[in-house]
């Protein structure tokens, strides 16, 4: 039972970057009914969910980066990827991916992946650092 992220780094304000997130685990992929990403403040416990993709195949955005990040997977290898454009210093973070049990909607799934429950998977994360 894995979730792999990749990608991220350092880059300039205004580029993009893109995240792959691995996930390996039948149990997982089979009984998984949302996946999407969250991003950690460095030196902070503060978490917020970034984009939800629900069993119905709803999407849910945060209104912080709305316009900029769409999250999308490739079903037959069971990736997904976040891409990030026209980044911006405040989306300084350490990048999850998660996928869950509960059958919520994308907009609850945004609150509720970023909890630490038993029905909750999330990878190791990646950082993204922008600078000016």
């Known amino acids: 039972v894995q979730l792999v992220e990749s990608g991220g780094g350092s880059v300039e304000a205004g580029v993009s970057l893109r995240l792959s997130c691995a996930i390996s685990?039948?149990?997982?992929?089979?009984?998984?009914?949302?996946q999407g990403w969250f991003r950690q403040i460095p030196g902070t416990d503060r978490r917020d969910g970034v984009v939800?993709?629900?069993?119905?195949?709803?999407?849910a955005v945060a209104d912080a980066v709305k316009g900029r990040f769409a999250m999308s997977k490739d079903n037959a290898k069971d990736i997904l990827y976040l891409q990030m454009d026209d980044l911006k210093t405040e989306d300084t973070a350490m990048y999850y991916c998660?996928?869950?049990?509960?059958?919520?909607?994308?907009?609850?799934?945004?609150?509720?992946?970023?909890?630490?429950?038993?029905?909750?998977?999330w990878g190791r994360g990646r950082q993204v650092t922008v600078s000016l």
């Open positions: 998660v996928v869950g049990r509960p059958p919520i909607t994308a907009q609850q799934a945004l609150d509720v992946m970023t909890e630490r429950r038993t029905y909750n998977f």
């Open positions: 685990g039948s149990e997982i992929v089979f009984r998984a009914v949302y």
């Open positions: 939800a993709l629900d069993k119905d195949g709803g999407q």
